[in-house]
């Protein structure tokens, strides 16, 4: 079972429209889930950090956490064709030495058609 | 404030050649961590340094790989002899702290590797 998975894309939404990413993740001790944009060839940039459950706002960008359900969404309002990039799930190491450690989703590739 | 830079973004090598990567982590950031990505995955954790201490090097694929934090500071990845598995990109990130649930990590650019 991989440790991160998120919702297979591509996905494609028009400009102004919500674009909705979700992730699951399976270690029950993760404390931190963190959202990185990647436009192609370039780092992957940080863009939304949650550590409790519920909602975390900044800007257009909406990250949900359950851990109960041990998932994570990313909303995107108004989206704008800048926003096209992938998308990577990060979730922090829950015990010991993988404190520190971040897992990796494979990424939701979004396009944000005008 | 500077990021996080690597050197060289891109490398070609022939399989068996030694590569050196360099990862210079944000003034201040005692953490360090190592990625890779190869085609076609997820990116990868290899290992974690505090300081110029290795925390965690359990993601590191095998005793072809070395990675050095001389004086805490800069870091590098050597590969030798390379083989064609290792071709990906490499990302070095870094972070104020460790293992907190607080610390973000900041990644840099990658070094594309590919090895032939």
């Known amino acids: 079972q991989k440790e991160v998975e998120q919702n297979s894309g591509p996905l494609s939404v028009p400009e102004g429209a919500i674009a909705s990413l979700n992730c699951t993740y399976s270690?029950?001790?993760?404390?931190?889930f963190f959202w990185y944009r990647q436009y192609s060839g370039k780092s992957p940039e940080l863009i939304m950090s949650i550590y409790s459950n519920g909602d975390q706002e900044d800007g257009r960008f909406t990250a949900q956490l359950n851990k109960a359900s041990q998932y994570v969404s990313l909303l995107i309002r108004d989206s704008q064709p800048s926003d096209s990039a992938t998308y990577l799930c990060?979730?922090?190491?829950?015990?010991?030495?993988?404190?520190?450690?971040?897992?990796f989703g494979r990424g939701t590739q979004l396009t944000v058609w005008p | 404030e500077a990021g996080v830079t690597q050197f060289p973004s891109h490398s070609v090598i022939e399989k068996g050649q030694t590569v050196t990567l360099r990862c210079d982590p944000i003034s201040g950031h005692d953490n360090l961590y190592w990625y890779r990505r190869v085609m076609g995955k997820e990116i990868k954790f290899l290992l974690h340094?505090?300081?110029?201490?290795?925390?965690?090097e359990s993601g590191m694929p095998n005793n072809r790989f070395l990675a050095e934090r001389t004086g805490g500071t800069y870091s590098t990845l050597k590969v030798q002899p390379a083989e064609l598995e290792d071709s990906g990109v490499y990302f070095c990130a870094s972070s104020l702290r460790g293992a907190g649930t607080i610390y973000e990590q900041y990644f840099g650019p990658g070094t594309r590797l590919t090895v032939t």
């Open positions: 990060a979730v922090k190491g829950g015990r010991g030495s993988t404190l520190g450690r971040l897992y």
């Open positions: 340094f505090v300081k110029e201490s290795k925390q965690d």
């Open positions: 270690d029950r001790g993760s404390q931190s």
